[in-house]
């Protein structure tokens, strides 16, 4: 059925996009730049071939589109641009693939398959310019909030709307972009992992089960300056024992939860030598797949600190710094990639993302949502050294191209499946 599926072209032409786009450092598509765009112009190019409607939205996502028979559309999301000194798959893979899958679906329907599927290519998901992600997806997904994007600026000082308009977008037409959804019933996205579980488990591809969640704050331990040479042990007020054991502790939180903790900042002062800490700042990161797990994880370590502060004789405060809701992806729609990836090659694992990507967007927007990843070598991403196994590209095509066949069947009879939400 699939005879037409070339994977070996997909990785020929993301070994074409790298000649275009990268230099010794690395991929170099920082979203508005020439290199970015000149980047999507050779995807339309790769495109022209087939008999699709191709066009911007109101956010500067673009949108190819193969008509069926039915205006239900299936989705396959990704996005061409990269950080600066970025890796030659992050995004471009899926959009790659998602290409190979379209012409495999004209030539497999006769250019009429019995739903619409569409390829989209966000706008800017890495943020690497304004510092905020999943601008494109997040305008469609409604969730952008406009009056931080209208500030955002660069390095150079130049503001978020003004670098829009040169793409012919008008940031405060840019949620007008929902209306793309209009008709999604589906939205599928292949990507590499970006860490390093599948190449652990010796595994090449993993169906997603959602993105984590997170409970972003900072900590501050209030004591007391003293000299370090004439206050005795027992008399002091120490703000870095708590954090210090704070640090320790943040461990068997994660174990006991089965979730992930960082405290990725510690300042102290006065910060002299010769004084015991007065105040010391620490920020706790807490991520989790799972809202009552995290909300367990954040509790634990609120009762951590009180007694770590107790314990040495000092205050301690709490600041919110990030709060995000985590997203489970669709049950029926990750039964069918650990379908489509166990047929593929044999095996399968479910496991969550660490990073957000376009689909958490398209989830929040109410679109069944799955994503399949693949395994990154090294665990390594947004570095020109991120790398995944040619074979295992090849079959995380092979695979994500039998996720969408079975999801376009999942479409055509969604009342075989009684979890269809
Ligand atoms: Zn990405």
Redesign the pocket.
Same mark, same amino acid.
């Given at each position: 059925m699939c005879a037409s599926l070339n994977p070996k072209r997909t990785v020929a032409e993301l070994k074409e996009l790298r000649a275009l786009t990268d230099d010794e450092n690395g991929a170099q598509r920082v979203a508005f730049t020439k290199t970015w765009l000149a980047a999507r112009a050779w995807l339309r190019q790769k495109l022209e071939a087939l008999p699709l409607e191709i066009h911007q939205d109101a956010a500067g996502n673009t949108w190819f589109t193969l008509r069926g028979r039915s205006d239900r559309a299936l989705l396959i999301g990704g996005?061409f641009d990269s950080v600066p000194n970025g890796g030659w798959l992050?995004?471009s893979l899926n959009v790659l693939a998602g290409v190979e899958i379209l012409r495999r679906i004209h030539s497999q329907f006769a250019g009429m398959p019995p739903v619409t599927v569409r390829l989209v290519d966000w706008a800017d %998901? %890495?943020g690497a310019r304004f510092g905020k992600s999943l601008f494109g997806s997040s305008a469609c997904s409604g969730n952008l909030n406009l009056d931080e994007a209208r500030a955002l600026k660069d390095n150079g000082g130049i503001l978020l709307p003004d670098a829009l308009r040169e793409i012919g977008v008008n940031l405060d037409r840019a949620k007008e972009s929902r209306k793309e959804l209009d008709n999604a019933a589906a939205y599928l996205e292949l990507?590499i992992e970006q860490g390093p579980v599948l190449l652990d488990l010796d595994l090449p591809l993993g169906a997603v089960l959602g993105t984590f969640g997170v409970e972003r704050h900072a900590i501050t331990f209030h004591g007391q300056a003293a000299h370090s040479g004439s206050t005795p042990m027992n008399r002091r007020k120490d703000a870095f024992l708590a954090a210090a054991n704070m640090g320790r502790e943040i461990y068997p939180i994660a174990a006991r939860h089965g979730g992930v903790c960082t405290i990725g900042s510690c300042s102290t002062s006065p910060g002299i030598v010769t004084s015991v800490v007065e105040d010391c700042r620490i920020t706790l990161d807490q991520r989790h797949l799972d809202a009552p797990a995290l909300a367990l994880m954040l509790a634990d370590a609120r009762a951590a600190a009180d007694r770590f502060a107790r314990d040495a004789n000092v205050r301690v405060s709490w600041e919110p710094l990030l709060r995000i809701e985590p997203v489970l992806f669709h049950r029926d729609l990750i039964a069918l990639c650990d379908d489509a990836i166990s047929e593929t090659c044999g095996a399968s694992r479910r496991l969550p993302s660490g990073p957000l990507?376009d689909a958490s967007e398209m989830a929040r927007a109410g679109v069944p949502t799955v994503m399949m990843f693949v395994q990154s070598l090294h665990g390594i991403s947004h570095n020109k050294i991120e790398d995944t196994r040619e074979p295992h590209l090849e079959l995380a095509v092979a695979a994500f191209d039998k996720l969408t066949d079975k999801t376009m069947r999942w479409l055509d009879n969604p009342s075989s499946h009684a979890t269809h939400a």
């Amino acid at each position: 059925m699939c005879a037409s599926l070339n994977p070996k072209r997909t990785v020929a032409e993301l070994k074409e996009l790298r000649a275009l786009t990268d230099d010794e450092n690395g991929a170099q598509r920082v979203a508005f730049t020439k290199t970015w765009l000149a980047a999507r112009a050779w995807l339309r190019q790769k495109l022209e071939a087939l008999p699709l409607e191709i066009h911007q939205d109101a956010a500067g996502n673009t949108w190819f589109t193969l008509r069926g028979r039915s205006d239900r559309a299936l989705l396959i999301g990704g996005h061409f641009d990269s950080v600066p000194n970025g890796g030659w798959l992050d995004g471009s893979l899926n959009v790659l693939a998602g290409v190979e899958i379209l012409r495999r679906i004209h030539s497999q329907f006769a250019g009429m398959p019995p739903v619409t599927v569409r390829l989209v290519d966000w706008a800017d %998901e %890495e943020g690497a310019r304004f510092g905020k992600s999943l601008f494109g997806s997040s305008a469609c997904s409604g969730n952008l909030n406009l009056d931080e994007a209208r500030a955002l600026k660069d390095n150079g000082g130049i503001l978020l709307p003004d670098a829009l308009r040169e793409i012919g977008v008008n940031l405060d037409r840019a949620k007008e972009s929902r209306k793309e959804l209009d008709n999604a019933a589906a939205y599928l996205e292949l990507h590499i992992e970006q860490g390093p579980v599948l190449l652990d488990l010796d595994l090449p591809l993993g169906a997603v089960l959602g993105t984590f969640g997170v409970e972003r704050h900072a900590i501050t331990f209030h004591g007391q300056a003293a000299h370090s040479g004439s206050t005795p042990m027992n008399r002091r007020k120490d703000a870095f024992l708590a954090a210090a054991n704070m640090g320790r502790e943040i461990y068997p939180i994660a174990a006991r939860h089965g979730g992930v903790c960082t405290i990725g900042s510690c300042s102290t002062s006065p910060g002299i030598v010769t004084s015991v800490v007065e105040d010391c700042r620490i920020t706790l990161d807490q991520r989790h797949l799972d809202a009552p797990a995290l909300a367990l994880m954040l509790a634990d370590a609120r009762a951590a600190a009180d007694r770590f502060a107790r314990d040495a004789n000092v205050r301690v405060s709490w600041e919110p710094l990030l709060r995000i809701e985590p997203v489970l992806f669709h049950r029926d729609l990750i039964a069918l990639c650990d379908d489509a990836i166990s047929e593929t090659c044999g095996a399968s694992r479910r496991l969550p993302s660490g990073p957000l990507h376009d689909a958490s967007e398209m989830a929040r927007a109410g679109v069944p949502t799955v994503m399949m990843f693949v395994q990154s070598l090294h665990g390594i991403s947004h570095n020109k050294i991120e790398d995944t196994r040619e074979p295992h590209l090849e079959l995380a095509v092979a695979a994500f191209d039998k996720l969408t066949d079975k999801t376009m069947r999942w479409l055509d009879n969604p009342s075989s499946h009684a979890t269809h939400a």
